[in-house]
């Protein structure tokens, strides 16, 4: 969801919830995020490719979060939840915009290990995300990611329980396909096109 | 918004009422002010609309409350009067404005042109056909890859309710990107409308 800044410094979180997820990182195995979720190149594990011990404490931060009631998260349900690895360098500028998911939804990050610092072009600003906090993160802006090498993160995503139900998956992950007309060709309607203002039209 | 199915019959308004909207519509056209227009058909929505029309100055207040009264749970968040010329039709699309994932979009038709076929397409290759009736409303799914065309030399004019939930509508009635098109990665013959 946008917000008028880059990052947003939620609320801290008891060590201890990290320390149980290290404490199994030989079984953090990233793989390329092909849905970009939170930029191009990401390296992500889902929870689906979690073994149940690193399920099980990956999850208590999710319950942690839930549990301390922010107000920004009423009535949104965590859709996804997974580990992040990015690359030193993580560009997300391009099509995390067209996936509604993040224009609609929330992404927080709870950084484990090391650090990272977040830029854009939409504020003269830069934010360093650091373990034992809980960040929310503008995901519908561009960024740049700059990771220490070391960073690891707990990354969830929310989603208004309704449009849970309302939503197809694949407009959720746009811009992914959908059968036979997944994306209008802006060049084919540029008088409509003109009206609409040029950030939101990607 | 998605729903199981490609449309659903929501009920049913009297003819003579719609006689009346298809009277002041046809008034109202004399503003050419229609504000859409791709091939044939021409729309003026509430989305895009500076002078502010208000559609209960286009098609009566009636209409509005009849439709609005299906949906007692919802708000109107925007409306769409629509003007398919006789023997065309719409091209192959999805809605893609932000409120279409959201918003239930529903038709009324206000004149009685039969033979305009309207289809979804279930897959890249099985195009489901159905005809609507004069006099009933439908609630549209707009998530689905659908068109239509007017197979008959007659024009057709419809209006679109576009219907929220009241805690969505509350939630995301200012979101800054309510009304915009998301498109990305572009390619083919393709639409946005």
Redesign the interface.
Known sequence: M?FNNLTQTIDTIPRYFIDNVLEHELYIITEIDKRAIIGKDNKIQIIANMPAKLVKHVSAIGSYIYSQQYALLK?MVIYETMLCRPPVTLVGD??Q??R?LN??GELFLIPLKGQVKIATNDFNTTSTLTPGNIYRINN?IGNRFFSSADFVCAAFTFL?F??KN???PH?LH??FV????????????P???N???EK??? | MFFSGYYQLIGQVDKTLLEQVNSNIETFEEKQAYNFQHGEWLRLDSYHNPENYKLKDIAGIEIINAVTAMFPEDELFGWSVSYLKGKSEVVDHTDRMMFHRMAKRVIVLVNDVPDVLNWHWFSNDTRVNYLLEYGNVYRLNTSITHGLKNNNINNRRAIYFDMMPKRLHDKFKSHQDIVSVILADAVGEKYVL
Request: charge should be negative; charged fraction near 30%.
């Open positions: 946008y009535n391009s099509s915009h067209s509604y224009r609609i519908r208004d309704d449009l309302y939503l197809m407009d746009s811009p959908r059968r036979k007309d997944e994306y209008a060709d802006p060049s084919l309607a008088d409509y096109l009206k609409l203002s939101n039209a990607y």
